[in-house]
């Protein structure tokens, strides 16, 4: 794939060439959790719960360990943007062995301390027992979701988004495909319900960790990382990862606790409460799908454009970034409040679960242009390397709304699951404001990386 042509003439052009493939691999990556969702949920309420709190707990905890990767990306792109291949290649290499270590790390605290996260969470003794071995299962396998990410992050930093949309493209037609054999018991495989959605998504990521790291390994890719650079630790490179990083894992770490508490807050309302919940944010992640993607194709542009001291350039990414995640998230807040009712009755809730999902759906939709220029300017400064600036905005917003408006709205004042989407749809739009005015002061256009 060849690099990008980093002009203002085609940054339209290498906007939608980026943002495009990585809007379908995002929308891939959520159709994963969410066919888990409506084939779990014909098991019964109990099954949705458990999966989704499972699940959430299996991805809170991956994407705490995985924060790495936006160092690693940022620093790639500033090496392809300046003509150093090399330097990029062995980046990358470091990026892979430092996920290796991470999953050989946590792979034990899923396998022995699956049913106390559960527990922890609130979770009601059936939900539990259910959740346990889902998570059990993914989390056994959670090294390769690890790779995938760092080697997903690795290719967007080189500018390649398309091949993380195909290899995540396989993962879900594997997962639906084991998800339909295992869940149910089709011919010879057996009927594991819940248990059998995590052999499926264990599979199917298996798999995909095998595709990404024979693209990588074989140089058939923007990049060609070796075996032998991976083994051979290069600790100025793991320090440069590190340190660029460790304000990005400072703020995924204060990001996933929040949500963590966020969770427990929903699961302190009951089953069906959590159950509403679990198919509002799937619906929800649609929208994100936009968002997520054009800030990624921003860290690339930003980064990129930095590393050929094209300040001018990286400015106006961001600033047409936001314009179009504005217009696209804006559509989709639209959808939410039109047709909440007919997006939530897919997953074929209990009329006590659809009426609450409706709500939070709707209350869904206030939220979205605020984190269109979340998203989009945090993906910007990212991409420059300047992490400080997102982990301030964090740590406020979850220490100081996130939680406790939540919780206030949820449980102080008896609104239920809709005051605690309410309370964090007004964190949001503070964390909005909050990202622009940090990207005025223009910290991020001085950031070494």
Not at 172 to 182: D, S
Not at 433 to 442: D, E, H, P
Request: hydrophobic content about 55%.
């Amino acid at each position: 794939m060849p690099l990008l042509d980093l002009t203002e003439k085609n940054l339209n052009k290498n906007i939608f060439k980026l943002s495009i493939p990585v809007a379908i691999e995002n929308l891939l990556h959520m159709s994963v959790f969410i066919i888990d969702a409506v084939m779990v949920g014909r098991l019964g309420t109990d099954a949705l719960a458990a999966v989704g709190l499972a699940g959430t707990l299996s991805f809170t905890i991956t994407m705490i360990f995985s924060s790495l990767n936006i160092g690693s990306a940022s620093i790639v792109a500033r090496h392809v943007g300046a003509k150093e291949k090399d330097h990029a290649q062995v980046i990358g290499a470091q990026a892979v062995f430092l996920a290796l270590a991470m999953g050989i790390i946590i792979t034990p605290l899923f396998l022995i301390y699956a049913n106390k996260m559960l527990i922890v969470m609130s979770a009601e003794p059936q939900v539990s027992d259910l959740g346990k071995r889902y998570l059990q299962i993914v989390g056994g396998f959670v090294v390769f979701r690890l790779i995938i990410l760092a080697c997903n992050g690795i290719l967007r930093g080189a500018g390649d988004t398309k091949t993380p949309m195909k290899v995540t493209l396989i993962i879900n037609c594997i997962n639906i495909l084991f998800n339909w054999l295992l869940i149910f018991g089709i011919g010879p495989f057996p009927g594991l319900g819940v248990a059998g959605a995590a052999w499926a998504t264990s599979i199917a990521y298996t798999i995909g960790t095998v595709l990404l790291c024979t693209k990588l390994f074989t140089g058939r890719g923007v990049l060609h990382i070796s075996i032998r650079q991976i083994i051979q630790v290069h600790f100025e490179s793991v320090k440069r990862i590190i340190r660029i990083s460790a304000p990005a894992a400072i703020d995924a770490f204060l990001t996933q606790m929040g949500f963590l508490f966020f969770i427990k807050i929903v699961t302190i309302l009951g089953t069906v409460s959590l159950a509403a919940h679990q198919i509002a944010i799937r619906i929800e992640s649609i929208s994100f799908m936009p968002g997520f993607a054009i800030a990624v194709s921003t860290a690339t542009l930003v980064g990129q454009s930095l590393g050929a001291k094209n300040v001018n350039l990286a400015l106006l990414s961001m600033r047409r970034s936001c314009y179009l995640a504005l217009s696209l998230m804006g559509f989709f807040a639209l959808i939410f409040l039109i047709f909440p009712a007919q997006m939530a009755m897919i997953f074929k809730p209990e009329p006590s679960v659809l009426s609450l999902a409706v709500v939070c759906v709707m209350i869904a939709a206030i939220e979205q242009p605020a984190l269109a220029i979340y998203m989009v300017y945090s993906g910007g400064l990212r991409g420059a390397g300047d992490t400080i600036s997102p982990m301030i905005i964090t740590i406020v917003g979850t220490l100081c709304f996130h939680v406790p408006i939540s919780y206030l709205f949820g449980i102080t004042l008896g609104w239920g699951l809709a005051g605690v989407w309410f309370g964090s749809a007004l964190d949001w739009i503070c964390r909005a404001i909050a990202i622009y005015i940090l990207y005025r002061r223009g910290r991020w256009k001085r950031v070494k990386v």
